[in-house]
T-cell receptor
Framework: GQQLNQSPQSMFIQEGEDVSMNCTSS?????WLWYKQDPGEGPVLLIA?????ELTSNGRLTAQFGITRKDSFLNISASIPSDVGIYFC??????????????FGKGTLLTVNP | DADVTQTPRNRITKTGKRIMLECSQT?????MYWYRQDPGLGLRLIYY???????NKGEISDGYSVSRQAQAKFSLSLESAIPNQTALYFC????????????FGPGTRLTVL
């Protein structure tokens, strides 16, 4: 089945720094999604991307759908303590038989030191 | 009010017990999903339903069953719980013109002793 490699697994940064994380796949995806999960809560959708090359922002967050359709990137600018959490990428592949299914990365744990 | 709710939020049970986790949504979505989350393994799909009469197995359906009682309700049952079913369980929904965008409930933390 399709797999997503998400990196880094964890990051420790100082408040105010910018953050970058990415997901890569060995196969092509039609949709990329980025979620954030706070401790004890469910994942919350941050950004959805539908076109290769698409660059979309949500406040201090910017995500890009890679041109090869096999990767996506999430950047957080000027991090603040409430950015702490686990960030997941998710993608929908091109297999018509799996049009329901999202493949999830294993997450990047972000810690922000005030 | 939350769009996707799950009950209970926490549950501790013993091996062999039957457990039901419930999910309700007010988003009007047709599609509903059950996932489990384990440390280091990410989210894995257990079952999904595209409408009231449609139920499909996901990656890890063994030991689980589901019931779609109405468009807004989707329950997950563990017929005979075992310790390796200890995990966080999430319900999600999607619908409308953006079917790939799934919206998650707050989760149920299940511990099987």
């Amino acid at each position: 089945g399709q797999q997503l490699n998400q990196s880094p697994q964890s990051m420790f940064i100082q408040e105010g720094e910018d953050v970058s994380m990415n997901c890569t796949s060995s196969s092509i995806f039609n949709t990329w999604l980025w979620y954030k999960q706070d401790p004890g809560e469910g994942p919350v959708l941050l950004i959805a991307l539908y076109k290769a090359g698409e660059l979309t922002s949500n406040g201090r967050l910017t995500a890009q759908f890679g041109i090869t359709r096999k990767d996506s990137f999430l950047n957080i600018s000027a991090s603040i303590p409430s950015d702490v959490g686990i960030y997941f990428c998710a993608g929908r592949g091109t297999d018509g038989g799996s049009n329901y299914k999202l493949t999830f990365g294993k997450g990047t744990l972000l810690t922000v030191n005030p | 009010d939350a769009d996707v709710t799950q009950t209970p939020r926490n549950r501790i049970t013993k091996t062999g017990k039957r457990i039901m986790l419930e999910c309700s949504q007010t988003k009007g979505h047709d599609r509903m999903y059950w996932y489990r989350q384990d440390p280091g393994l990410g989210l894995r799909l257990i079952y999904y339903s595209f409408d009231v009469k449609d139920i499909n197995k996901g990656e890890i359906s063994d030991g689980y069953s589901v019931s779609r009682q109405a468009q807004a309700k989707f329950s997950l049952s563990l017929e005979s719980a075992i310790p390796n079913q200890t995990a966080l369980y999430f319900c999600a929904t999607s619908g409308g013109s953006r079917l790939n965008e799934q919206f998650f409930g707050p989760g149920t933390r299940l511990t099987v002793l």
